[in-house]
C-alpha cells in the first residue's frame, strides 16, 4: 500500500474503535481531545493534543475544517506524518503533504468507510453511489464525489467523476483515469466526450440543471 493508504487505514481502524461517530464534538469527546477557540484553526501537542478553532468555524455546524484537525492528530499518531517528514524535499512540500492527507482524512471521518461501502455494495460504482454517500452522510455533493473517486487511495485504483452544469463542467475529480475535461470548460454533448460513463440527472437539492457522471474500470 501506498502512504495515503496506509494513512486512511489507520483513520479507519482508530475511527470504528470510537463508533463512527461523525458528530465532531462527540469524537473530539471519545478521542480526549479538548477543543477550544483561538485565534487560528491548529492542532498542537503539550504533549497532549489540543485543537484550537478559530471563532467562526467553533460555532459553525459545518464539520469539514474540524475533522481536518483531528486529521493532524491521527497523522501524528500513526507515524506517518515523521515520514513524510523524512520523504519530502523542503518545507513547503511537506506542509502541502499534511495538508493534503489531513483532507483525505477529514473525508473518511466525515464519511466512514460503511458508508462508502454500503452505497457501493448498492449502487457498484456509478452516481447513485455518489448521491447515497451524500445523503446518509450529510456531506456536499463535491465532497462525497471525492470520498467515491479516491476511496481509499488504493494505488492500482481507476476512477473518475464530474459535475457538468448546463453543457459546463462545474467539478472534476479523478484517480488514474486520464481525461481533458476541465472546469468551466464547455461540453454540449457529455454522452459523446465521455462515452463510458454513468450518467444521471442531479435532485434539484443540490442545484438545478446538473448532471453526474461517473468513469470507473
Known amino acids: 500500500m501506498s502512504l495515503g493508504a496506509d494513512f486512511l487505514h489507520f483513520v479507519d481502524r482508530v475511527h470504528a474503535q470510537h463508533g463512527y461517530e461523525t458528530d465532531f464534538w462527540k469524537l473530539a469527546t471519545s478521542l480526549d481531545i479538548p477543543v477550544t477557540p483561538g485565534p487560528f484553526n491548529s492542532?498542537?501537542?503539550?504533549?497532549?493534543?489540543?485543537?484550537?478553532?478559530?471563532?467562526?468555524?467553533?460555532?459553525?455546524?459545518?464539520?469539514?475544517?474540524?475533522?481536518?484537525?483531528?486529521?493532524?492528530a491521527l497523522l501524528r499518531d500513526s507515524g506517518i506524518e515523521r515520514e513524510l517528514l523524512h520523504l519530502c524535499e523542503s518545507p513547503e512540500e511537506f506542509r502541502a503533504q499534511v495538508e493534503a492527507y489531513c483532507n483525505f482524512g477529514a473525508g473518511q471521518l466525515q464519511?466512514?468507510?460503511?458508508?462508502?461501502?454500503?452505497?457501493?455494495?448498492?449502487?457498484?460504482?456509478?452516481?447513485?453511489?455518489?448521491?447515497?454517500?451524500?445523503?446518509?452522510?450529510?456531506?456536499?455533493?463535491?465532497?462525497?464525489?471525492?470520498?467515491?473517486?479516491?476511496?481509499?487511495?488504493?494505488?492500482?485504483?481507476?476512477?473518475?467523476?464530474?459535475?457538468?452544469?448546463r453543457n459546463y463542467v462545474a467539478d472534476v475529480a479523478s484517480a488514474n483515469v486520464p481525461h481533458t475535461l476541465s472546469v468551466g470548460a464547455r461540453v454540449p454533448e457529455i454522452a459523446l466526450k465521455m462515452p463510458t460513463a454513468r450518467l444521471r440527472q442531479v435532485p434539484k437539492v443540490y442545484g438545478t440543471g446538473l448532471t453526474l457522471g461517473v468513469v470507473a474500470w
Request: no cysteine; glycine share 6%; proline share 7%.
Open 43 to 72: 492542532t498542537v501537542s503539550l504533549p497532549r493534543t489540543v485543537i484550537t478553532l478559530e471563532e467562526g468555524i467553533y460555532h459553525s455546524p459545518r464539520t469539514f475544517v474540524k475533522m481536518h484537525e483531528v486529521s493532524h
Open 111 to 165: 464519511m466512514p468507510e460503511p458508508v462508502l461501502q454500503e452505497a457501493l455494495r448498492r449502487w457498484g460504482m456509478s452516481p447513485e453511489a455518489v448521491l447515497q454517500v451524500a445523503e446518509t452522510s450529510g456531506a456536499s455533493l463535491a465532497a462525497s464525489m471525492r470520498r467515491v473517486v479516491y476511496g481509499g487511495l488504493e494505488p492500482d485504483a481507476h476512477r473518475a467523476a464530474f459535475v457538468i452544469r
